[in-house]
């Protein structure tokens, strides 16, 4: 089965920037898609971010566009998420998810983790 694991939350001053880490275990085959997305109380889940294994493509949300990048470290079986320049919209929990579609809506994800907390403070 796979497994996902989220880590690098924490409380952050705006303006500053946090590095999320997603561990990945359990997968079979090549083509398959990393995304995040983020929940704040009492609003929707939002898709934030994604990459695909197959072309290395990526998508980010309008939100966090120009201020948010993904990457990936095969090696390490783990994708990354950089948040730069945060506001305090940004406070979430977020959540990596694992697919093979790469689409931004959650029912498109089967797999997903636990959650890690994001504060940002002003």
């Known amino acids: 089965e796979v497994r996902l694991v989220e880590s690098g939350g924490g409380s952050v001053q705006a303006g500053g920037s946090l590095r999320l880490s997603c561990a990945a275990s359990?997968?079979?085959?090549?083509?398959?898609?990393i995304a995040w997305f983020r929940q704040a109380p009492g609003r929707e889940r939002e898709a934030v971010s994604c990459?695909?294994?197959?072309?290395?493509?990526?998508w980010f949300g309008d939100p966090v566009k120009g201020r948010f990048s993904i990457s990936s470290d095969n090696a390490k079986n783990t994708v990354y998420l950089q948040m730069n320049s945060l506001n305090a919209e940004d406070t979430a929990v977020y959540y990596c998810?694992?697919?093979?579609?790469?689409?931004?809506?959650?029912?498109?994800?089967?797999?997903w983790g636990q959650g890690t907390q994001v504060t940002v403070s002003s």
């Open positions: 359990g997968f079979t085959g090549d083509d398959y898609a």
């Open positions: 990459l695909k294994s197959s072309d290395n493509t990526t």
């Open positions: 998810a694992a697919g093979y579609t790469g689409g931004n809506t959650a029912t498109e994800y089967d797999s």
